[in-house]
T-cell receptor, first 113, second 114 residues
Framework: AQSVSQHNHHVILSEAASLELGCNYSYGGTVNLFWYVQYPGQHLQLLLK??????LVKGIKGFEAEFIKSKFSFNLRKPSVQWSDTAEYFCAVKNNAGNMLTFGGGTRLMVKP | DGGITQSPKYLFRKEGQNVTLSCEQNLNHDAMYWYRQDPGQGLRLIYYSQIVNDFQKGDIAEGYSVSREKKESFPLTVTSAQKNPTAFYLC?????????????FGAGTRLSVL
């Protein structure tokens, strides 16, 4: 069975700091990769996705993620965070065999103003 | 406007009681999903349905039941057999047509035990 690991459970940053959230998965075949964000009191929203092609994908609000197949990783990055980025971030993986998403445990990000 | 509607937003369950969480979507999506979210554990799949009148168990189906009588609706019943029901429950749906199956989520129902 595939699994997804997010090693940072809680991250605290000051505004303008750079962000990198780790995501590693275990599945040897073709995967689709996602980052979702859950702002306080809001729906889980899709931040960005990778299906194929350029392994560096751009999402909303200045976020990007890089798929490194050899490392089974899909880390999320943002060069300069804002207070409004305070949220919980979830990495998710779908293998090509089915429709199911496997989620990581989530990373709670707090950005201090 | 289109989307996924979950109700109620908050729900309380007494010991031994079954409760049903509603999920309705008007996105014309074929597939629907129920997840349970617990702190530090991410989202875990309870049940999913890829087509009307068909559904499959996810990773943590014990103590839950679902039905899919209409394309728009996928209610989840938390039965008395679920010994630890306190959690945040999320419903999602996706379209099979593009082959990409991006899942869109409702606002969730927070269930607590009295």
């Amino acid at each position: 069975a595939q699994s997804v690991s997010q090693h940072n459970h809680h991250v605290i940053l000051s505004e303008a700091a750079s962000l990198e959230l780790g995501c590693n998965y275990s599945y040897g075949g073709t995967v689709n990769l996602f980052w979702y964000v859950q702002y306080p009191g809001q729906h889980l929203q899709l931040l960005l996705k990778y299906f194929s092609g350029d392994p560096l994908v751009k999402g909303i609000k200045g976020f990007e993620a890089e798929f490194i197949k050899s490392k089974f990783s899909f880390n999320l990055r943002k060069p300069s965070v804002q207070w409004s980025d305070t949220a919980e971030y979830f990495c998710a993986v779908k293998n090509n065999a089915g429709n199911m998403l496997t989620f990581g445990g989530g990373t709670r990000l707090m950005v201090k103003p | 406007d289109g989307g996924i509607t979950q109700s109620p937003k908050y729900l309380f369950r007494k010991e031994g009681q079954n409760v049903t969480l509603s999920c309705e979507q008007n996105l014309n999506h074929d597939a629907m999903y129920w997840y349970r979210q617990d702190p530090g554990q991410g989202l875990r799949l309870i049940y999913y349905s890829q087509i009307v009148n068909d559904f499959q168990k996810g990773d943590i189906a014990e103590g839950y039941s679902v039905s899919r009588e209409k394309k728009e609706s996928f209610p989840l019943t938390v039965t008395s057999a679920q010994k630890n029901p306190t959690a945040f429950y999320l419903c999602a749906s996706s379209s099979q047509r593009t082959g990409k199956n991006i899942q869109y989520f409702g606002a969730g129902t927070r269930l607590s035990v009295l």
